[in-house]
């Protein structure tokens, strides 16, 4: 197993982090173990901090690789800085500095006991993480398919109508279940 691999897997727990952390929250609020539930929350803190510090050393591992070696093997290299100088400082490269932040630098803030020992910090830092992810696929895919040097595709890309229904529909669904989990909770108490 390779090392990306072994990243990957890390993603896969990542997610079921984020995912816990409402759960603790409201596990917290119905007046369980506490320090079973703040022991959970430290883990998953120490999670996103662990899994921010390797994408940023694969990312400067990458970034000295193209620019230190780049100057030794120019024919291997400089397609590689060149996709690299366009995703950082293209068109789109709002999007690039949105993805380094939020799954990089951001989650780095839990170091700090103020956001990591709060559910709230450290939620939001969570999402962070997992739209700093999918901000790297949008930009793997946008930067590298929006010049294919065909007249006819010399424009923006844009999201289709339905795929913004599509989220709506999925971000509406899930406050409604919301709301219902939290009238339930209300009564139960």
Known sequence: MDIYTSINHLYSYLDYAIISIPCLFILSKFKTNEELTNTSLQILRWLFIFGALFQLMFYINEVVQFFWFGAYDQIAYIPKQIAFYNRAFGEYWYFYWIMLFGKMIFPLFLVFTHFGRNYFWVFIM???????????????????????????????YSIEPFLWLLKGLILTVVLIILSQMKKRATRIL
């Open 126 to 156: 969570a999402f962070f993480f997992k739209f700093g992810m999918y901000m790297e696929r949008f930009v793997i895919l946008v930067t590298s398919f929006h010049k294919d040097f065909l007249t006819s595709s010399w424009t923006y």
